[in-house]
């Protein structure tokens, strides 16, 4: 499997992500969203839409962190997958991305803008290839990874997925 991962890592070109895995830039639109019509929070232009090709072996983890756009994720190849959202209010709710239809498991998931997310393989023998697309257009001005502190005092009662997908300073 992890044979496979590497093949998909140098034949996609993949790079590190700084949340985890490895990515890769795959489209963005060539019109742009002017600030004024976007919501607030944005600081500045948008492409209209970005997409990637995003890979994580199965014992890696994309770490806490949240866009200010929504985020549809695309299950292509490898093993299942859990997307860990937190949303606003502190209610939690793992998606399930993957071929396993039979058990809950969708070829594609969204991730709602402001959410903290982060996600996992389900084998860590394994690997997960995603696409995700971003609209607006993904912009790491936009991008935040969560504190591991600051996100256990504010969602206490995620106090396991915080600790076993966040990246931990001192």
């Not at 992500?17 to 969203?33: C, K």
């Not at 969560?146 to 396991?160: C, E, F, S, T, V």
Request: net charge negative.
């Amino acid at each position: 499997m992890m044979e496979k991962a590497e093949q998909y890592i140098n034949k996609l070109h993949l790079m590190k992500h700084p949340e985890g895995g490895y990515f890769s830039l795959t489209y963005e639109s060539g019109a742009v969203i002017k600030q004024a019509a976007l919501p607030d929070g944005f600081l500045g232009d948008r492409k209209i839409s970005t997409a990637i090709y995003f890979l994580l072996k199965g014992n890696q983890f994309s770490a806490f962190h949240r866009i200010k756009s929504d985020e549809l994720w695309h299950f292509y190849d490898g093993c299942s997958l859990c997307i860990y959202v937190i949303h606003p209010d502190g209610r939690g709710e793992t998606l399930m991305l993957g071929k396993d239809l039979a058990n809950g498991y969708r070829f594609q998931q969204v991730v709602a803008a402001g959410c903290w997310f982060a996600s996992k393989p389900i084998d860590h023998n394994g690997f997960s290839l995603c696409g995700c697309t971003v609209a607006p257009g993904f912009d790491f001005d936009d991008f935040e990874m969560g504190d591991h502190q600051r996100l256990l005092a504010q969602y206490p009662q995620h106090k396991k997925w915080i600790d076993d997908l966040s990246i931990h300073t001192h």
